[in-house]
């Protein structure tokens, strides 16, 4: 359809814990500059399915690329080379809780980029304007902050060693509508100032229709269905139409019947 | 057939968790010794580790001193032999009891610590942040922990050796009436390097193991807010298992002939 590279490849990706398996032979494209949504009901992996690819987990077996090079096994300073591309928030925010907001915000700057504090705390000052934090919040800790707002300094966090590509792990998974409409709102901001291709996970479909140009459904292991977001209501796909209906009946009944990750 | 399954189940996760844990000592060493490094951490730990364990370790080496001073002279009085009283506790506190008590001690307090800030971080997903942001946390948060062990416990042994020959100074002059000067030239008579060395070796090596069983549990800590508790009762108590146990092989190694 267009004629965007692949920024991300993924192929037969497959992981399991034990008995448990939970990634089956997934394959996946990212376009350079699109923004993918993955939908899937919890427990199916999406998570997993990230931290695959942010290289926190190690696949069983399968293959991703980002850029066209091989980034499974790859460990060290060549890992720590590939991440510097990339920027992760994460659904619980993951904030470290014993720095001030401005140094979470400045964290990667100081710490892989080797940038001065005074030159990062600019940075960081300016990242955070730009989620909507006050000045006078930068001194605070992430413990002294709603979810919220953790959530928007997360994003900062993501953004601030401007990388090429976002992750976003449930971004609006535990806020009120309205917080979750505003993050949202700042995804898709910061997603195209920095011009970068974003992943994102969720079970909100609301926010799936927000933030995605294109959306991919995971069950069992896979992605059984891929598309522009307008074409989501006419997807013609029993599972979109189950998850996106939130309806009991339907192809998905056996993960409801509580038989998930067999 | 079932004993011997059990039997060899049982040593198969004792293999598995050793090469886990000599994987683990492994990586954070070389973390140690390779750029980038991180001063700034590194200092906070020194602090945290020496300067404020030093109130719980001089306490308990002040009256360990006293009570050392105390019963060696009730039992040296029966055969006349108080004047050897002053070569006790100086050994006895340089030896053995500075180090071994404060190692015990400082497990407690920072072992216990390390295991709930690190578990804590990786139950929150802190652990896995780190990396995404190009951050290795072997550097980042455990090699300073095992450094600052490394070079603060003999410190705070040190301090504990002086305290503790002091409690049983105060004693033999003040309680027991001992010539103060008779009393320091006593204790500084039959002392040996060695006596002093000996006793602060086994201060690093114990202040590394305290860090290095507060990081491990720590860092392999999950399933939330219990696999955090039970993260620090692991620290704790395997530190002071080790610490036991490793006591004895560096006196052997020392002063065994
Ligand atoms: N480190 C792990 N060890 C064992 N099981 C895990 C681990 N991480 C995730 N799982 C399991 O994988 C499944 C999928 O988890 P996850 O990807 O977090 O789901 P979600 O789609 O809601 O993000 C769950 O059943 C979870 O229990
Ligand atoms: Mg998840």
């Known amino acids: 359809m267009s004629a965007a590279p692949i920024k991300i490849a993924i192929r037969g990706l497959t992981k399991s814990f034990g008995e448990k398996h939970i990634l089956r032979a997934l394959d996946l494209d990212v376009r350079a500059g699109e923004s993918l949504v993955v939908i899937g009901a919890s427990g199916t992996g999406k998570s997993v399915l990230l931290k695959n690819i942010v290289g926190i987990l190690t696949p069983d077996s399968g293959s991703i690329k980002i850029d066209g090079e091989e980034v499974v096994g790859v460990t060290g300073h060549a890992r720590d080379r590939v991440n510097r591309k990339l920027g992760m928030l994460f659904q619980g925010a993951a904030l470290f809780d014993s720095l001030p907001l401005w140094e979470n915000v400045a964290f990667s700057l100081m710490s892989a980029h080797r940038i001065g504090r005074p030159e990062a705390r600019k940075v960081a000052m300016e990242c955070l304007k730009q989620v909507g934090l006050q000045k006078e919040n930068a001194e605070r800790f992430p413990a002294d902050i709603s979810v919220g707002a953790q959530k928007r300094v997360g994003l900062a966090r993501a953004i601030a060693s401007g990388p090429e590509i976002l992750f976003f792990d449930e971004p609006t998974t535990g806020i009120d509508p309205v917080m979750g409409d505003v993050i949202d709102g700042l995804i898709v901001k910061c997603v195209k100032e920095l011009g970068a291709t974003a992943l994102t996970i969720t079970h909100d479909m609301e926010s799936a229709r927000r933030i995605g140009d294109r959306v991919a459904m995971i069950y069992e292991g896979k992605i059984v269905w891929v598309g522009d977001v307008d074409r989501i209501d006419s997807s013609d796909n029993e599972y979109v139409d189950q998850f996106i209906n939130g309806s009991i009946d339907g192809p998905m009944s056996a993960l409801i019947a509580g038989n998930e990750g067999r | ?257």
């Open chain 2, 1 to 257: 057939m079932r004993l011997l399954q059990a039997i060899g189940s049982v040593f198969l996760n004792f293999l598995t968790s050793t090469g886990r844990l000599a994987l683990f000592t492994g990586l954070s060493v070389s973390h140690i010794v390779r750029p980038p490094f991180y001063p700034r951490l590194l200092l906070r730990q020194i602090i945290d580790i020496g300067y404020y364990s030093l109130p719980v370790v001089g306490l308990t080496a002040v009256f360990t001193g006293m009570v050392l001073a105390l019963q060696s002279y009730s039992g040296f009085a029966r055969f006349n032999a108080e004047s050897a009283i002053a070569t006790v506790v100086v050994l006895s506190i340089t030896r053995e009891l500075a180090p071994v008590l404060a190692g015990l001690m400082v497990a407690g307090r920072i072992g216990a610590a390390m295991a709930a800030e690190i578990g804590t971080m990786r139950v929150t997903e802190q652990i896995d942040a780190l990396s995404t942001l190009s951050t290795n946390p072997y550097k980042y948060l455990v090699a300073p922990r095992l450094l600052a062990g490394f070079i603060m416990l003999p410190c705070c042994v040190l301090v504990a050796d002086i305290i503790g020959v002091f409690g049983g100074y105060l004693i033999s002059v003040h309680k027991l009436g001992f010539n103060p000067a008779v009393y320091l030239k006593n204790t500084w008579q039959f002392l040996e390097v060695i006596d002093v060395v000996s006793g602060l070796v086994k201060a690093g090596v114990f202040g590394f193991l305290i860090a290095l069983m507060g990081c491990y549990h720590g860092y392999h800590s999950r399933g939330g807010a219990q696999g955090v508790g039970s993260a620090t009762t692991n620290a704790v108590v395997s530190a002071s298992i080790l610490i036991l146990a490793s006591n004895y092989l560096i006196t052997e190694a020392f002063f065994a002939q």
